[in-house]
């Protein structure tokens, strides 16, 4: 079973701060996507990286895919209270095409 | 646009209940999805269907059964409910060629006493 482990499993700063959370595998994935869930609502997708050493910037946020793609890192600068909620990564699973396994998530409250 | 509309949105059961979440997606996509979401662990799929009249099995489909009705509706049965199918429950969909891209709908959070 590939498994995508995630920390920390809570973060809890200030707003204005920036922070870092890791996606982590020992198996290599085609693409990994990052999804953010709010309280009573289910996951919404926010990228999709591919390509190993892949950067992408969705305006305070930037993913970066690892150069073995075994990892990934969500950067996320100046944090605002908008930002809290769960982060999961997520990846093709090896139950067969087309289907996703996720993360164990980071939960993420941004402090007014 | 309702997206993908789960019911219902809360339910308590005693073990040994049957009941069936409902799953409706107004998007045209083909594959349908039901995942569940437990403190630590993640999101673990249950069931996919690629397109209507099919089904098949996820990573923790015991003691569950799916329907996919039709195109645009795909159901999870729960035949006698147990204290460890307590959690919360998700379907989504997602359209061919771009089956990364899931759309969720907002869930169903289950408790079986």
């Known amino acids: 079973t590939q498994l995508l482990e995630q920390s920390p499993q809570f973060l809890s700063i200030q707003e204005g701060e920036n922070l870092t959370v890791y996606c982590n595998s020992s198996?290599?994935?085609?693409?990994l996507q990052w999804y953010r869930q709010e309280p009573g609502e289910g996951p919404v997708l926010l990228v999709t990286?591919?390509?190993?050493?892949e950067v992408k910037k969705l305006k305070r946020l930037t993913f970066q895919f690892g150069d073995a793609r075994k990892d990934s890192s969500l950067h996320i600068t100046a944090a605002q209270p908008g930002d809290t909620g769960l982060y999961l990564c997520?990846?093709?699973?090896?139950?067969?095409?087309?289907?996703?396994?996720f993360g164990t998530g980071t939960r993420l409250t941004i402090i007014p | 646009n309702a997206g993908v509309t789960q019911t219902p949105k809360f339910q308590v059961l005693k073990t040994g209940q049957s009941m069936t979440l409902q799953c409706a997606q107004d998007?045209?996509?083909?594959?349908m999805y039901w995942y569940r979401q437990d403190p630590g662990m993640g999101l673990r799929l249950i069931y996919y269907?690629?397109?209507?009249?099919?089904?098949d099995k996820g990573e923790v489909p015991n003691g569950y059964n799916v329907s996919r009705l039709n195109k645009r509706e795909f159901s999870l049965r729960l035949e006698s409910a147990a204290p460890s199918q307590t959690s919360v429950y998700f379907c989504?969909?997602?359209?061919?060629?771009?089956?990364?891209?899931?759309?969720f709908g907002s869930g169903t959070q289950l408790s079986v006493l």
């Open positions: 989504a969909s997602s359209e061919p060629g771009t089956w990364e891209k899931l759309f």
């Open positions: 198996s290599v994935f085609s693409s």
């Open positions: 990286v591919v390509t190993g050493g």
């Open positions: 997520a990846g093709p699973s090896n139950f067969g095409n087309e289907k996703l396994t």
């Open positions: 998007m045209n996509h083909n594959s």
């Open positions: 269907s690629a397109s209507e009249g099919t089904t």
